[in-house]
C-alpha cells in the first residue's frame, strides 16, 4: 500500500515485482554513473583552459564511446527480456480467474467452480467502516491463495479498461471482444490494492481492485461459503 510523500515503489508481493525493483534498482545505477561521468566531463571543460590536442582527433576515444554505449545497452537489455519472457511464462495455474471492467465496476468470475462470481464495486466514502481507505475499497474483494499461479483473464463489456495491481506487478488492458490473461504468485499473505489505469469516462477513478491473498485452507472455506450464498 502506498503512503504519502513514497518516493519508490510499494513493497513487492510477487515474485516478478521483486525481479522488477531489482531492475529498476540495477538500470538506475547505470543511469547514475552515466549522469556523473557526463557531469564530470562538463565541468572539466568549462573550467580549464587547456586543451589535449591527442583528443580533437584520436581514433582510440571515438572506438571508447562507441563500443562503451553498445556494452551498456547489452548489460540493461539482457535483464529486461529475462524479466519480460518470465512476466509472459503460465505454468499450471491453480486458479483462473476472469476479470472483466464496466462503467465502472469490476466483475470476476472463477471459472474453475460452476457458480462463483461477483461484481465489485466501490464503496462509498459514507459507507466506509473505520480504517477503511478511501476510493480503494470494494464491496467484494477478489481472493486468492497464497504461493499458488493465479491465472487471471481480462476482458471488458463496453469500453478499454486496464486491470492493475502494482504490488503484484500487473497490469494488463481491459479490451471489449478480446481476452487478454498474465500469471501471478502471491508470495505473503495480505490486502493489495489497485485502479483501473486506463482512462473509461467519468467515473474512471472510482473502479479500484482490491486482492486479498490468504491462506489455501481459508480460501477454500471461502470459496464453499459463496458457492452456498450463490
Known amino acids: ?13 510477487s515474485p516478478v515485482m521483486e525481479e522488477l525493483l531489482c531492475f529498476h534498482d540495477h538500470a538506475l545505477m547505470i ?18 583552459k587547456l586543451t589535449n590536442k591527442f583528443i580533437l582527433d584520436s581514433q582510440e576515444i571515438e572506438i571508447v564511446w562507441t563500443v562503451l554505449p553498445a556494452i551498456i545497452l547489452i548489460l540493461i537489455a539482457l535483464p529486461s527480456l ?24 469490476w466483475s470476476y468470475e472463477y471459472t474453475d467452480y460452476e457458480n462463483l462470481e461477483f461484481d465489485s ?57 478480446r481476452l487478454n490473461q498474465t500469471a501471478f504468485i502471491v508470495s505473503r499473505p495480505g490486502v493489495f490494492y489497485g485502479q483501473c489505469s ?9 473502479m479500484p481492485i482490491v486482492v486479498e491473498a490468504v491462506p489455501l485452507e481459508f480460501f477454500e472455506k471461502w470459496s464453499s461459503a459463496m458457492l452456498e450464498d450463490a
Open 82 to 105: 529475462r524479466i519480460l519472457y518470465l512476466m509472459d511464462e503460465i505454468n499450471d495455474p491453480h486458479v483462473t480467474i476472469k476479470a472483466v471492467g464496466h462503467q465502472w465496476y
Open 31 to 48: 543511469v547514475f554513473l552515466i549522469s556523473t561521468l557526463v557531469l564530470y566531463i562538463i565541468v572539466a571543460m568549462v573550467s580549464t
Open 121 to 177: 464495486y466501490m464503496i462509498p466514502t459514507q459507507d466506509l467502516a473505520p480504517g477503511s481507505f478511501r476510493l480503494l475499497e470494494t464491496d467484494h474483494r477478489m481472493v486468492v491463495p497464497k504461493e499458488s499461479p493465479i491465472r487471471i483473464l481480462v476482458s471488458a463489456e463496453d469500453v478499454l479498461h486496464s486491470w492493475a495491481v502494482p504490488s503484484l506487478g500487473i497490469k494488463m488492458d481491459a479490451v471489449p471482444g
Open 1 to 13: 500500500m502506498a503512503h504519502p510523500a513514497q518516493l519508490g515503489f510499494q513493497d513487492a508481493a
Open 198 to 206: 486506463e482512462i473509461c469516462g467519468a467515473n474512471h477513478s472510482f
